[in-house]
T-cell receptor, first 113, second 114 residues
Framework: KAGVTQTPRYLIKTRGQQVTLSCSPI?????VSWYQQTPGQGLQFLFEYFSETQRNKGNFPGRFSGRQFSNSRSEMNVSTLELGDSALYLCASSLGSGANGYTFGSGTRLTVV | AQTVTQSQPEMSVQEAETVTLSCTYDTSESDYYLFWYKQPPSRQMILVIR????KQQNATENRFSVNFQKAAKSFSLKISDSQLGDAAMYFCAGFMDSNYQLIWGAGTKLIIKP
């Protein structure tokens, strides 16, 4: 059974550009969550989707957005990139609410220069 | 507000010995779940063990076990017979069904000495 797949694994962007990250969950998993990981702030919740509906959103500016498609695949977009957006972005999927635990992808390492 | 605190930035243990990683949390919810995740240098977060708050029995997964003290809001992870492959960052996290998100501790870097 394939795991959670995140693409790309590495990305270098320039300040002011926008970026789209992709996440394919485990087959059958309908919940997809996104987290930002940085050395200074640790792991912070971005948003969670279930059956194409955003159920919760973290405390991030509106430049961060996401969506989920009917096949449960999810994308997150960051517009007008800032240096501080450099981070590891982790995607996780679960069958339902996440109470049974999430399965994580290997992340996308975004560097903004 | 829900918080998770890991006060040990780094721990080291001799191979084959036992180590305990500490975690405390705070929540006003009555129904919640606690997890320990492991993140090796490969970056992928791996679920180590899960505890349901309404269960008094401590969870165990092979060499990994927890000491869940609900009244004290403490959730420590014990690793027995430590192996070189256990070296990683370990994160404690809490989950409440009411907000669909994991609340994370800052992590503990575990070093295994051969």
């Amino acid at each position: 059974k394939a795991g959670v797949t995140q693409t790309p694994r590495y990305l270098i962007k320039t300040r002011g550009q926008q970026v789209t990250l992709s996440c394919s969950p485990i087959s059958g998993h309908r919940s997809v969550s996104w987290y930002q990981q940085t050395p200074g702030q640790g792991l912070q919740f971005l948003f969670e989707y279930f059956s194409e509906t955003q159920r919760n959103k973290g405390n991030f500016p509106g430049r961060f957005s996401g969506r989920q498609f009917s096949n449960s695949r999810s994308e997150m977009n960051v517009s007008t990139l800032e240096l501080g957006d450099s981070a590891l972005y982790l995607c996780a999927s679960s069958l339902g609410s996440g109470a049974n635990g999430y399965t994580f992808g290997s992340g996308t390492r975004l560097t903004v220069v | 507000a829900q918080t998770v605190t890991q006060s040990q930035p780094e721990m080291s243990v001799q191979e084959a010995e036992t180590v305990t990683l500490s975690c405390t949390y705070d929540t006003s919810e009555s129904d919640y779940y606690l997890f320990w995740y492991k993140q090796p240098p490969s970056r992928q977060m791996i679920l180590v063990i899960r505890q349901e708050a309404y269960k008094q029995q401590n969870a165990t997964e092979n060499r990994f076990s927890v000491n869940f003290q609900k009244a004290a809001k403490s959730f420590s992870l014990k690793i027995s017979d430590s192996q070189l492959g256990d070296a990683a960052m370990y994160f404690c996290a809490g989950f409440m069904d009411s907000n669909y998100q994991l609340i994370w501790g800052a992590g503990t870097k575990l070093i295994i000495k051969p």
